[in-house]
Every structure is written in C-alpha cells, then in structure tokens.
C-alpha cells in the first residue's frame, strides 16, 4: 500500500496568513492527489484534485501543487471559515490512501 | 444537487453483521464508481470498499477483506456495505462517497459501533 506522511499534524496561524500544508507519498503517484478539508461534525469537502484543479465553488485562495511524491496545499489569506482539519489523499490505485490529517486554528 | 443518504449503523456486538445503506439522487448512478470510507472517533480517513460502475469489480484493504461486501442497485440507486465478524476496531462513521476521478460528493456519514 502506498502511505502517506502529512505535515505538521497542527497548525496555529493568524487571519490573513499564508499556510502550507506538506504531504509525501512513499512512491510516486503521478499528481493522483486530493485535499479534502473536513469542519467537525461534518462530512470531508474535496477542495482540490489531481494535485492542483481547484474543486468547484472552492475559494481561490485555496491552491495545490506538487508532483511524484510531494505535494503541498497553500491558503492564502487565511479566513476565520478556514478553521478545520484538512487531508491529503492519493489516488493511483482503487486502494487509495489518506494522510493522517492537519487541524488548522487561528493564533 | 447530489445527494447521498446512509442508514443502517448502530451498536452492533463484536463477531455479528451489520448491513449499511447509502441512497443516492441527483446524479446519474450507474455512471459512476462509488466507495465506503470510514473515520474512527477522532482519528483519519480509511478507504473501505470501491466498486465499479456495473459492480463486476471490487477492491478492499486488507483490514476488511473477507468481512465486508460492497455491492450496488443501479435500477435503485443504491450502494451497500455488508458488514460480517465485526471487531471494536470497526467502530466509525461510515461515508458513503461518489468517485469522480477522487471522492466529490459524501454522504454526512452513519455511525456504527462495535461493543459488547
């Protein structure tokens, strides 16, 4: 199975702040890679697919890149809405496999 | 507007079966690939089950392989998750999710719990 390694496991950052999220797959998975943003008590939202499309009606803010086995998730000007836990989640086969999860707050 | 609808969780004791169900509206089913993903209490994502488009494929981790079953209703628009020999570790909120190239639309999950 191919793993995934999320960093950091949390974050504390300030409104209007820029953050980043890292995630690196233990083989290559060819930009087969999601990140999923999940509020607590609710279902995980994708924001971005195949490591940079921006999923829709996710704000611009929200950006992916990256490539064979590293990947990262930017926000922009972070928002107050921002607060959550977010995932990364790679798709190269149909077992596919989450990253352990970032929660994000505000500072 | 898609939506996706699961029912069937609860308190289950360890060692019996538990079927899960997931309605799906507002998109064309057969169409698409579907999956189970579950969330153990304050933990990560774990993929379950993926299922083809007409059901002739199916793939599973090795933590459920053997117990679980998905299949699929495509004249019903429903996706299932038979759940037989469960164990504590088991216990989750089960998403229901709709494969585009990834997982873009979940169900707001059902929860299950396996205790004596």
């Known amino acids: 199975d191919i793993q995934m390694t999320q960093s950091p496991a949390s974050l504390s950052a300030s409104l209007g702040e820029t953050v980043t999220i890292e995630c690196r797959a233990s083989?290559?998975?060819?930009?087969?890679l999601a990140w999923y943003q999940q509020k607590p008590g609710n279902s995980p939202q994708l924001l971005i697919y195949?490591?940079?499309s921006l999923a829709d009606g996710v704000p611009s803010r929200f950006s992916g890149s990256g490539s064979g086995t590293q990947y990262s998730l930017k926000i922009n000007s972070l928002q107050s809405e921002d607060v959550a836990s977010y995932f990364c989640?790679?798709?190269?086969?149909?077992?596919?496999?989450f990253g352990a999860g970032t929660k994000l707050e505000l500072k | 507007e898609v939506q996706l609808v699961e029912s069937g969780g609860g308190l289950v004791q360890p060692g019996r079966s538990l079927k899960l169900s997931c309605a799906a509206s507002?998109?064309?089913?057969?169409?698409?690939?579907m999956a189970w993903v579950r969330q153990a209490p304050k933990k990560g994502l774990e993929w379950v089950a993926t299922?083809?488009?007409?059901?002739?494929?199916?793939y599973y981790p090795d933590s459920v392989k053997g117990r679980f079953t998905i299949s699929r209703d495509n004249a019903k628009s429903s996706l299932y998750l038979q759940m037989n020999s469960l164990k504590s570790e088991d216990t989750a909120t089960y998403y229901c999710?709709?494969?585009?190239?990834?997982?873009?639309?979940w169900g707001q999950g059902v929860m299950v719990t396996v205790s004596s």
């Open positions: 999710a709709r494969l585009g190239s990834t997982p873009d639309y």
């Open positions: 507002g998109f064309t089913f057969s169409n698409y690939y």
């Open positions: 299922i083809s488009t007409s059901g002739s494929r199916t």
């Open positions: 083989e290559d998975i060819y930009s087969n």
């Open positions: 195949d490591a940079n």
């Open positions: 989640q790679q798709y190269n086969n149909y077992l596919d496999t």
